[in-house]
């Protein structure tokens, strides 16, 4: 199973220098798991840059390549538990508490997750 970070999904959308990175955990669509964070992170991202209509196109390219994984309380309290330990953002913890529970690799350029087990980190482009 693969998780893609808010990063992953607007360098793959973006074709920027990192996109090969993502692709294959993007485009394995049947072992790919999106947690419901990063649909929000993309699309306000989207949204600022290029408006709405291209925002709600992207997420809705992104709910199609895989399973999107909803807030549970669960996940929120393993997401705390992380955030406290590894002292990660709160969209960081709750990305990786649902790599985490399903199990699967976190592919990201996000550099607060270097290092972690289960994370598989680029430098982004330039950095």
Request: aromatic share 8%; hydrophobic share 45%; glycine share 8%.
């Amino acid at each position: 199973m693969n998780v893609v970070d808010s990063s992953g999904w607007l360098e793959y959308f973006a074709n920027a220098p990192n996109a090969q990175f993502f692709a294959p955990a993007i485009e394995a669509g049947k072992d790919l798991v999106i947690p419901s964070i990063t649909l929000f992170e993309v699309y306000k991202r989207v949204a600022q840059q290029r408006g709405p209509d291209d925002a709600m196109t992207v997420v809705g390219l992104m709910a199609q390549q895989g399973d999107i994984a909803n807030l549970t309380g669960s996940l929120a309290l393993s997401a705390a538990e992380l955030s406290v330990r590894l002292k990660l953002p709160m969209a960081d913890s709750l990305i990786l508490a649902t790599a985490e529970e399903y199990r699967a690799t976190l592919y990201t350029q996000d550099a607060d997750f270097a290092g972690i087990p289960g994370v598989k980190y680029i430098a982004r482009s330039g950095s």
